[in-house]
């Protein structure tokens, strides 16, 4: 695997990386992480995942024992360490520690932080010319008093499971509804429908993470004069949507032109999702720009 790895102030090829079996994070899931990527080298909205990661680790009682920029400067090692590297996928990853077999977390003293970094694949670009089809999947998102999704825990049998039955009926994304039978959000993304002009996306109350994305192509909305709203969205609304679209870090703004068998508006990407991914890209390019400017 051409990866690169940091872990607790080591830095090795992925082949040779180890964390010890007796870390919680390995045993029972106790860790939270963040996916970044680089526009031009730089880690695009990094203190915003930061700001993120805190507060994921907060909802587990889960002392990160170290400073943005302690990560950053993880991160930017990391970088260095991997050779001929054009844009980065990144992964910073937080666990409890290394520790006895008890869930007491005083058996963990010191966490774990692990960095991978490899080269950023990228979407295929027909996933943002043609589209993409989902499928709406039979596996519920986390109940918010069992595991919050609102923290984005290293703990993700649940997403899987759900893109692992998206996978087998041939689709690119899981699409998952909350208890109540509402959408909440994909496996791997937040979802929009576009309807009348405005765009719509599921509340934070339905159970879902608040991506990074997902706020930063709501506030360009706003900003360029799109009507933005967050609203519940039930299966029916799916079928007289005029567009649709997924938003992630490594989706940026992909749009969706069916689920399941129902075609999305033409069945084509339509203007708005058009327009924002244009925009996204634009301003991507502006902020890391001038963040490499900074430096």
Known sequence: ??????????????ATATVPVFDHGFLYGEGVYETLRTYQ??????????????????????????????????????MAAHPGLQEAYIRILLTRGVGELTYHPS????????????????????????GIRIALVGVRRNHPLALNPMMKSNNLLNNALAMQEAIRRGAEEALMQNQAGQIAECAQSNVFIVRDGAIVTPPLEAGLLPGITRAFVMEMADEIGIRVAEATILPADLETADEAFITGTTREVTPVIAVDDRTIGAGAPGPITTRLLTEFRARALRLTSAAASAL
């Open 1 to 14: 695997m051409n990866a690169t790895v940091y872990v607790n102030g080591r830095i090795s090829d992925a």
């Open 41 to 78: 080298l730089v880690p695009f909205l990094f203190d915003r995942h930061m700001d993120r990661l805190r507060h994921s680790a907060a909802m587990m009682a889960l002392d990160p024992a170290q400073s943005d920029a302690d990560f950053r400067a993880a991160v930017v090692a990391t």
């Open 107 to 130: 058996a963990c003293p010191t966490p774990t932080v692990v960095v991978i970094v490899k080269p950023f694949p990228g979407q295929p670009e027909r996933t943002f010319t043609q």
